[in-house]
């Protein structure tokens, strides 16, 4: 092979803008966390850095989602490919089981199903992105919205959530952000990184404001009923006769499968809620999406299969205990964090398996910003959190609480200690 000028002929190179986008991930500011840990050290890794609480024996799964995929594989019933929407019994179920909680019923014909939530968001904002189109996205928020309009080269604004009014969005924000190119405004409830749970009042004035505004609402609602404080989860479609709203959703969170499969993460949920035939007619949003779907991997069609079972026979005491055991942990969490100086939580985590804490740099003595206190945390105490410049909020951070209760109050303690060891000279 020729060296030197000779090696620009060939004309081949990466694409850069995967490398922008990459770098804007959860998982890539954890792993640059995480390489500060002497893994051979005294004291166990505690990970409150990520919502995988699948690794404690408190939080298994139901034993009937097992069940649902022994039975699903044993039956030779899914051996084959699926429809690149999802097969009819999967969708029905789904239809089915969201329907409980709205005031219209859907149809399997609403329902799409992707690869994990990751994927059925890459599907809308790929289907979003024309030309010069923008997004309004939270702040903090999700990361991969962002990462993934980047590689669509959907331009993106960001509106404040209030953490003084319970993480509430800034509908003044809103209004004042959007164009003539703004396409749509996204809303994550549960809430990832804040753990707050909207109300029903704020849910129906943000769709009055995207419907003023002529966007369409997303609503990620992975965290659906994992709640546990005063606020009951409200799904965004129950405003559907007043904004179209599109609703990413997983069983992966409410039944603690993040990755049961190596094959396929568990199933994501992609509806639309009609209640306007000029929107899915006119502006082809759901022929886009079939589209898009026709060009991507479809979720293993075992794990399809086994959905009508694992919707129909999970019980209530399930759900129950996994939303007790969240409660506890979440106060556990607020209640320690109130014991640490250097960090506040503005309010208690009221649903999903995260909350916000603002970091006071002026207590600490050699800690520049909330990145540099996350590497000395990991290196000196081996406990993982994340910085919350990786959720758009610098200076902040977002800890994970969905972890054994004892796990969770050696992290906090380690975490105080820490802190003492750094606090400023009186």
Known sequence: MENGTAAEKWRFRGNEVLNTASAITIRGVLNEVMDNIEESGPRPIIPLGHGDPSAFPCFRTAQIAEEAIVDAV??????????????????SAIA????????????????????????????????????????LLPRPGFP???????????????FDLLPEKGWEVDLDAVEALADENTVAMAIINPGNPCGNVFKYQ??????????????????????????????????????????????VGSISKRWIVPDLVAISKFICILFVFQETYVFVTSFQIVDCIKGFLNITSDPATFIQGALPQILGKTGDDFFSKIVNILREVADICYDRIEEIPCITCPSKPEGSMFVMVKLNLALLEDIKDDIDFCVKLAKEESVVILPGAAVGLKNWLRITFAIEPSSLEEGLGRIKAFSLRHAKKQ
């Open 144 to 158: 991969f919205y962002e990462a993934r309009a980047a590689y669509s080269h959907l331009k993106v604004r960001h």
């Open 74 to 91: 044993r039956s030779t019933q899914f051996n084959g490919y699926a429809s690149t929407v999802g097969i009819p019994p999967a969708r």
């Open 202 to 247: 704020h849910l129906k004035k943000v769709a009055a404001t995207a419907r003023k505004l002529g966007i369409l609402v997303i609503a990620d609602e992975v965290y659906d009923h994992l709640t546990f404080g005063s606020s009951p989860f409200v799904p965004m479609g129950v405003f559907g006769n007043i904004v179209p709203v599109i609703t």
């Open 96 to 135: 089915d089981y969201l329907s409980k909680d709205l005031p219209y019923k859907l149809s399997p014909d609403d329902i799409y199903l992707t690869i994990g939530c990751t994927q059925a968001i890459e599907a809308i904002l790929t289907v979003l992105a024309r030309p010069n189109a923008n997004i």
